[in-house]
């Protein structure tokens, strides 16, 4: 298998997008399928490299990438060494970048003899599947669409009243990350963006126009995002596949750092249930 880390795409945000190849090389067009990860995520967390080698050795070209302003940089993709990008994120810079990797894709000679670019598809955890059931309403490109414990909405994710008010008063607002002990900030900017780009943002909306195949794969004791958030998905896209893992939590059994050879059954099941509906 070829494994190629790290290339530095150039965005539209001023900051390099680093992002990852894995696949067989054939010189046989593969369908090609990009993977976004969630929030406080990145593109080497836990199982992800596992889960992509699973993907290439089932014939894909699997495409993984930090979003620009993640928190991560070229130097030091793992983790948030750079806080102030961190803060300075939004989904509108999310979905631009998502745009930007599959440019990159489609206009790569390197890899030309390897993609198959009728064959575009998208698959995000968390966060990054509501950035790409965005994106694959509104970019063509995009055939197949698979949303990995994904949420259903972005609005209600914001402070409410009193808390956004104070936000846009102190202009930030931090969130503790559990595992690295970092105050992370987000900046009212955040906030801006959303209300004026909402109707671009809406994952609701966007399920509803889709009009290509479309899988969600959610565990039922995921509580960081409830499977409610599936169901609504389901509900608004009656033509939708949905797939429940039984006993799965957020991140599918998995944890940061994963030292373990294979990925954990939950994240093996939801694997094979992606790899059916996309050769399906």
């Not at 009009?211 to 409830?226: F, M, Q, T, W, Y």
Request: proline content about 3%.
């Amino acid at each position: 298998m070829k494994i190629i880390k790290n290339i530095r795409i150039n965005g539209k945000h001023n900051k390099p997008i680093l992002t990852d190849l894995f696949f067989k090389e054939s010189n046989q067009l593969k369908p090609i399928l990009i993977f976004c990860h969630g929030y406080k995520g990145f593109k080497d967390w836990g199982a992800w490299n596992l889960m992509a080698e699973n993907f290439a050795n089932a014939g894909f070209f699997f495409v993984k990438f930090n979003f620009s302003h993640n928190g991560g940089t070229a130097e030091q993709p793992i983790d948030f060494p750079d806080l102030e990008a961190f803060g300075n994120n939004n989904y509108s810079k999310e979905l631009d970048d998502l745009g930007n990797v599959i440019d990159w894709v489609s206009e790569n000679s390197d890899i030309k003899n390897e993609i198959d670019l009728n064959e575009i598809y998208l698959i995000g955890h968390s966060r990054g599947a509501g950035i790409v059931l965005l994106k694959s309403d509104e970019d063509s490109r995009a055939k197949k669409v698979i949303s990995l414990a994904g949420v259903s909405d972005y609005k209600s994710r914001f402070p409410k009243n009193e808390k956004l008010q104070e936000w846009e008063e102190k202009k930030v607002y931090f969130v503790k990350n559990g595992r690295t002990h970092q105050e992370m900030p987000h900046f009212y900017q955040f906030f801006r963006d959303f209300e004026k780009n909402e109707k671009r943002l809406n994952i609701k909306k966007a399920t509803q126009n889709l009009e290509i195949p479309l899988l969600i794969i959610h565990g039922n004791n995921d509580a960081s995002v409830s499977i409610n958030e599936a169901k609504n998905l389901h509900k608004w896209n009656s033509k939708s596949t949905f797939k429940i893992i039984e006993n799965s939590n957020h991140v599918f059994g998995t944890s940061h750092p994963w030292d373990k050879e294979r990925v954990s059954e939950e994240l093996s099941e939801a694997i094979e249930i992606a790899i059916a509906f996309l050769k399906g």
